[in-house]
């Protein structure tokens, strides 16, 4: 079974300033997707940003990157000059894959974070 | 292209009665998820869906949750006999069927209150 856990249930930062969403996860599976949404105070899920774990690079999208370390199971995302409109709650989620990158299964998500950037 | 739509948005029921939620995936696609989110916590998923056939239901409750997904028309998930605990967010997913994209786009999501 595949479990996310999301350790800090409450982040926050200072405008312009970069910060690190932390998220590990467990899984059996050898080929998994690893992804981060954004869910604001409206309530829609924004997805922000996707890592396979084949991929070799780690995931990189406008100020969002994934910092990706297999060995330590760790999928931690990075938001570089944060902005007012971050704040926000962060889910981690995992999928389990295909060797060819693509699937269909469900997503397991974590717990969350709360984002609270202050000007 | 129109994203997934959810409706209605906000659904209030009292104990005992029915909940009909409904989700009309992107333009193209034909798989179909749905989650559960309750209050301070993460989605949960419910069930899997492909058109008139169910493919992975095992996050759905054994009683009164059931969920289809016909030839035409919406995705339906219907609750029976609700309850307080039902009360929750309730996102709907869909993906395309064909290889080569990850990423699953998600509704709005129906707001139910159980009174």
């Known amino acids: 079974a595949q479990k996310i856990t999301q350790t800090q249930p409450g982040m926050f930062v200072q405008e312009k300033e970069a910060v690190t969403l932390d998220c590990t996860y467990d899984?059996?599976?050898?080929?998994?997707?690893l992804f981060w949404y954004k869910q604001p105070s409206s309530g829609e899920m924004i997805f922000l940003i996707y890592?396979?774990?084949?991929?070799?690079q780690n995931a990189t999208e406008g100020r969002y990157s994934l910092n990706f370390q297999k060995a330590r199971k760790s999928a931690n995302l990075v938001i570089s000059a944060s902005q007012l409109g971050d704040s926000a709650m962060y889910f981690c989620a995992m999928r389990e894959e295909n060797a060819g990158g693509t699937s269909y299964g469900k997503l397991t998500f974590g717990q969350g974070t709360i984002l609270t950037v202050h000007p | 292209n129109a994203g997934v739509m959810q409706n209605p948005r906000h659904l209030v029921r009292r104990r005992g009665q029915e909940a009909r939620l409904r989700c009309s995936p992107m333009k193209g696609h034909s798989h179909v998820y749905w989650y559960r989110q309750l209050p301070e916590e993460g989605l949960k998923f419910m069930v899997y869906l492909q058109k008139e056939n169910i493919i992975d239901e095992s996050g759905m409750p054994k009683e009164r949750f059931s969920a289809e997904f016909p030839k035409e028309g919406p995705s339906i998930l219907r609750i029976q006999q609700v309850v307080r605990g039902d009360s929750a967010a309730y996102f709907c997913a869909s993906s395309p069927s064909l290889a080569g994209d990850y990423e699953q786009y998600f509704g709005p999501g129906t707001r139910l209150t159980v009174t």
């Open positions: 899984t059996s599976d050898p080929s998994y997707g």
């Open positions: 890592q396979g774990s084949y991929d070799q």
